[in-house]
T-cell receptor, first 109, second 118 residues
């Protein structure tokens, strides 16, 4: 399978900005998604980038650079409720996503 | 009602038993997937199906089988459960058009089934 690399854990304070990076393998790559998962819950879709550049949705933004095989999720104005695990997932060959191992975000007061 | 419904939510079973996890969806999506989640390993693909007559193995299909009974139903079976199949199992759906430039292509997940094999 395809492997994706993302940090295992990140800690930030309320109100701050945090960036979660993800690198992926390029063969067959089509697009990059991000998901949020709270403890015990289901992953929920945040964003999808098929083109290079930054996509903004409220406090969350996602970036893709195909030439660098790299993307990131940017979370601004952090809130306590943003404490969760964040997964990058790469779409390969138009048909299935491979997931990274997840980044646990701890937001502190 | 949830768009993607998984049953049961929790299950404890004994080694060697056959168990079926069920998934149904009201999204009208063609594509359905089964993933397994273990701590520190993210989600790994077990099987996926693009329509009723299409079944494909994922990364970790050994010890599992699936059935796509209808467009809206996709079940996962463990023929003879073993303890290392203890995990959180998720069903997911997606539509069939990850077209270039689309901004919202992704999965809708069910709430998961927590399976413990003792």
């Amino acid at each position: 399978g395809q492997s994706l690399e993302q940090p295992s854990e990140v800690t930030a304070v309320e109100g701050a900005i945090v960036q979660i990076n993800c690198t992926y393998q390029t063969s067959g790559f089509y697009g990059l998604s991000w998901y949020q998962q709270h403890d015990g819950g289901a992953p929920t879709f945040l964003s999808y980038n098929a083109l290079d550049g930054l996509e903004e949705t409220g406090r969350f933004s996602s970036f893709l650079s195909r030439s660098d095989s790299y993307g990131y999720l940017l979370l601004q104005e952090l809130q306590m409720k943003d404490s969760a695990s964040y997964f990058c997932a790469a779409l390969y060959n138009f048909n299935k996503f491979y997931f990274g191992s997840g980044t646990k975000l701890n937001v502190k007061p | 009602d949830a768009d993607v419904t998984q049953t049961p939510r929790n299950r404890i079973t004994k080694t060697g038993k056959r168990i079926m996890l069920e998934c149904s969806q009201t999204k009208g999506h063609d594509r359905m997937y089964w993933y397994r989640q273990d701590p520190g390993l993210g989600l790994r693909l077990i099987y996926y199906s693009f329509d009723v007559k299409d079944i494909n193995k994922g990364e970790i299909s050994d010890g599992y089988s699936v059935s796509r009974q209808a467009q809206a139903k996709f079940s996962l079976s463990l023929e003879s459960a073993i303890p290392n199949q203890t995990a959180l199992y998720f069903c997911a759906t997606s539509d069939s058009s990850p077209g270039q430039g689309r901004f919202n292509y992704g999965y809708t997940f069910g709430s998961g089934t927590r399976l413990t094999v003792v």
